[in-house]
């Protein structure tokens, strides 16, 4: 379904190849920060090396799916690919909430870490709750 929905608007929008060209762009920029190859990122999206390739370039038209799979592969949200790489405010402070929470539980006894772990699970039930 994803796919037919994105060929509607690319249809609609006429030539949108800046689309495609913005997210080939981004998969390129996320997979050399976290240091793949073509042929790794194809390797985990379940593709080619030469079809990543043309995506980066703004030559392929991938499908919602591929890119969905693509996004798995990289270990980011969906979104991260189709919009601005931009962090917004609130994920700005929250990287910089749990980089302070990982300095500060580095010297935690692995008893002290399972508790600490153990409650924050709690807390994310709680919160999901209200």
Partial sequence: MGYWVFRRVHARCGAV???YRDVGRRIGDIRRAKRLTQEQ???RAETSGPWIAKIEIGAGR???EMI???AVALGVP???LVTDNRLTPDE???KGEARALADAITTLKRDDLVLLTTLAKHLGM???DT
């Fill in 17 to 19: 190849a800046w689309l």
């Fill in 92 to 94: 700005d402070e929250w």
């Fill in 68 to 70: 969905q799979k693509i």
């Fill in 78 to 80: 969906l979104w991260r």
């Fill in 62 to 64: 991938p499908t919602l």
């Fill in 126 to 128: 709680l919160r999901r």
């Fill in 41 to 43: 990122l194809a390797e």
